[in-house]
């Protein structure tokens, strides 16, 4: 692909092209400028993508490379990863083997996604680079069930406390004989070393036969042994004892996070109480099937989506929508799982298999987006591969330089040493991957599902929001407010002509009409022949004769004078003409969502603009603007019109954020740099957009910029707060203050700190 300079449209150009009923599936990765399209239709795709390319990114040119295997991809698990440089290796030699087409190792939930067309049978040789990189770490396939009793894989780390305790009393007993009786001492202090650096030790010579000598391992190894040549024993054990205390600490911090983010989305149930053979059962949540029926006791979470057949009670949605008020629920209603049951007894219907309810979608969605990595992430991981090489190079150039100047050896190869320790670069590797990764988890606690970090990168530079207005800022819960016919046409027969029309809608107001007419019990006719005309209305053949149901601008394009038609503010007018004749009108509102006002109010205290778009009338758009405090608005528009303003407001403003609910919605959300839909809105708008609002609340849109603005800048602070007490570390090691425990510090211990702040934002209101 040539002209393409936005990941985020590359993101959305592949999403696109998956959906395409001829693909089997499409990798675009931006970095390589490379699509790789796996179909039997073969070049003949050509036209439909490059017609994708240019809805999103106008100017991208396609090239044609074929391919003769089709690559699947296949899900890892990879057990007992604690180092996150070394997970980026990894990733990097992973995408080097000749049968791979693309590998994506997602150091935040240990999953790596490789896809190739040898399949399951590249994993000899990922455990084999795994093996030469981090030693320990175990690579399997992952399974969807959970099975408890298949055991886990042993953790390297769990000879971390006697190994501790023993070393550390041998390194206290070493200083303590150090005055008195020093030979004894260096007999504790190389025991100590041994128990303690080990396999720090073996790993590092393991490496050196491949060629990886710039991880931690090799690092602390040569800092170590170098102290010891220079006759600092306790220094070289103390070091070693200080970095595995900051190593287990890291490891138990980077566990805990992901323990509390992956808490906080996987709400799937381990077992449901099912009726089978006219008794209750208790069966394994992905055992259970659609049309069975479960009980779902008080306090009891809903297992899986369904309808209830028998029962009341009140259902708390915070864990899914965040939405804090609990939801009165009776025979007829529709659950989703992850909510809870408050009070009464439930029976349920099962409508979707576990694999399909909604508590899976959400996580998959948190695991498809941590692997979806952002710029900062892609740019730090470049970065580190510089920084090791660049501090070990100063290491060895003050050891040198400045000892051939003053003779002053020991001095300067201490320096050096701790130079070497300064330079693993896991801190700044680590940072920010998991800052996204605990924003991406921060918003499903609040119904606020992020498509990728990618999406929350770009979410928090928008400067413009632009809303659609119907089902976005109003309810969507449109009503015939009154009817106006013309002369010689009666209020019954006006609203049965446009019901008649309407029979195939899907459209809010479409149905409004409908409604209405089945409360007056009016007979609704079926067309014989009916077209819908995009962003204009309805031209049909009905008993009635010939119909147009519509706005004004249908019956311009028919030439049909509607002069007697009035507009009035905060209503829609449904204009109606029989046999090419002006019948009357029916007017029909919605209502604006009681957050609306104050959600605007919270994005102008961000420092955005905020614009509607809508199709509605001038009078109608005005009054929601001014009730609300949107600052700009666009009606009468046409779906294609709402692109091309949307292109101008961010030619104008600059990055924009489009929220909409409906299909006419699909390729505004495209097209914008961060598009967004209402939970409760059509599926192909949910398809398109990089952020989904599963509350369909208004105030989602503000928290959704403060969460990603507050990821934004835990993940700068992590890197800054990194580098730069390596940088003083750095300088007080010139200085002759600064001793290798104060390096270890800089290493694990900002490792360590940078975890912690990551997570932060779980817990930020």
């Not at 499903?444 to 990728?452: E, P, Q, T």
């Not at 019901?499 to 007979?523: D, F, M, R, V, Y």
Request: glycine residues 8%; contains cysteine; negative net charge.
């Amino acid at each position: 692909m040539k002209n393409i300079d936005c990941a985020n449209c590359s993101a959305k150009i592949e999403a696109k092209i998956r959906e395409l009923p001829e693909v089997d599936d499409a990798v675009l990765t931006f970095a390589t400028r490379q699509l790789r399209v796996y179909s039997h239709a073969g070049t003949a795709l050509l036209p439909k993508i490059q017609e994708i390319a240019d809805q999103i990114e106008p100017g991208t040119v396609i090239e044609v490379r074929t391919r003769s295997s089709k690559s699947n991809c296949i899900v890892y698990m990879l057990e007992n990863i604690d180092c996150a440089n070394c997970s980026a290796k990894i990733e990097a030699k992973i995408r080097e083997l000749p049968e791979v087409d693309d590998a994506v190792l997602t150091f935040a939930t240990r999953q790596l996604r490789v896809y190739s067309s040898a399949g399951a049978a590249l994993l000899p040789k990922m455990q084999e680079i795994a093996d030469k990189i981090e030693p320990g770490t175990v690579i399997s396939i992952r399974e969807e069930s959970r099975d408890t009793t298949k055991a886990p894989a042993p953790d390297k780390h769990r000879r971390d406390i006697p190994e501790l305790v023993s070393g550390g009393a041998l390194f206290i007993i070493g200083e303590l004989l150090a005055g008195s009786m020093p030979k004894l001492s260096s007999v504790c202090f190389i025991a100590a070393y041994l128990i303690l650096g080990r396999n720090i030790l073996l790993t590092a010579l393991k490496n050196m036969k491949t060629g990886h000598v710039m991880d931690e391992n090799f690092l602390m190894s040569i800092a170590t042994l170098g102290a010891f040549l220079i006759n600092q024993f306790g220094e070289a054990v103390g070091v070693m004892l200080f970095y595995r205390v900051g190593e287990a600490f890291e490891h138990r911090a980077v566990e805990k996070s992901r323990s509390q983010i992956m808490e906080a989305v996987d709400l799937r149930p381990e077992t449901v109480l099912v009726e089978r053979g006219g008794e209750v059962k208790e069966v394994l949540a992905e055992n259970a099937r659609v049309g069975e029926i479960v009980h779902i006791r008080p306090g009891d979470r809903i297992p899986l989506d369904g309808v209830v057949v028998d029962g009341e009670s009140r259902v708390d949605t915070s864990p899914i929508t965040g939405e804090p008020l609990p939801v009165s629920v009776r025979p007829g209603s529709s659950v989703i799982s992850g909510c809870m049951n408050t009070s009464g007894l439930l029976k349920m219907r099962i409508e979707k298999e576990l694999s399909e309810s909604m508590v899976t979608r959400i996580l998959d969605s948190v695991e498809n987006a941590a692997a979806s990595k952002p710029q900062a992430e892609r740019f730090i991981t470049k970065f580190a591969r510089i920084y090791t090489p660049f501090v070990v190079a100063l290491a060895a150039a003050t050891a040198i330089i400045p000892s051939l100047i003053t003779g002053n050896w020991d001095h300067w190869i201490y320096t050096a040493l701790t130079f070497l320790v300064i330079s693993c670069p896991c801190a700044l590797v680590l940072s920010v991957p998991l800052a996204f990764f605990s924003g991406i988890g921060a918003g499903s606690k609040r119904g606020i599902l992020f498509k990728g970090g990618i999406a929350l990168e770009t979410l928090n530079k928008v400067k413009i929001v632009v809303m659609d207005k119907t089902g976005t800022i109003t309810r969507g819960d449109f009503s015939v407010q009154s009817i106006h016919p013309a002369a010689g046409i009666s209020e019954n027969e006006l609203l049965a002509m446009a019901a008649a029309c309407e029979t195939s809608s899907t459209h809010p107001i479409g149905h409004s009409i409908l409604t209405a007419a089945q409360k007056n019990a009016l007979t609704i006719d079926t067309p014989s022949q009916l077209e819908e005309i995009s962003g204009r209305g309805i031209h049909a053949f009905t008993r009635y004769g010939e119909l147009l149901c519509g706005n004004v601008k249908l019956m311009q394009e028919y030439h049909i004078d509607c002069s007697s038609y009035k507009e009035e503010a905060a209503a829609t007018g449904v204009l109606l003409a029989k046999d090419g004749v002006y019948a009357g009108y029916i007017l029909i509102s919605d209502t604006i969502k009681p957050e609306a006002a104050s959600a605007i109010l919270s994005l102008k205290k961000l420092g955005i603009r905020t614009a509607m778009l809508t199709g509605d009338n001038q009078s109608s758009a005005d009054a929601v603007a001014k009730e609300t405090g949107i600052d700009t608005v666009y009606s009468k528009l046409l779906p294609e019109d709402k692109l091309n303003i949307l292109q101008r407001l961010r030619t104008d403003s600059g990055s924009a954020m489009f929220v909409g609910d409906g299909i006419n919605d699909a390729p505004v959300l495209a097209g914008a740099d961060v598009g967004a839909a209402m939970g409760s809105g059509a599926d192909a708008a949910i398809e398109a957009a990089d952020v989904v609002f599963m509350t369909s609340s208004v105030e989602a849109i503000p928290a959704a910029v403060r969460i990603a603005r507050a990821t934004g800048s835990i993940a700068n602070q992590n890197v800054i707060f990194a580098l730069a007490v390596k940088g003083l570390v750095m300088l007080l090691g010139l200085a002759g203050i600064a001793s290798m425990w104060l390096a270890v510090f800089a290493d694990t211990g900002v490792a360590m700190l940078c975890v912690l702040n990551s997570i932060r934002v779980l817990y930020k209101k």
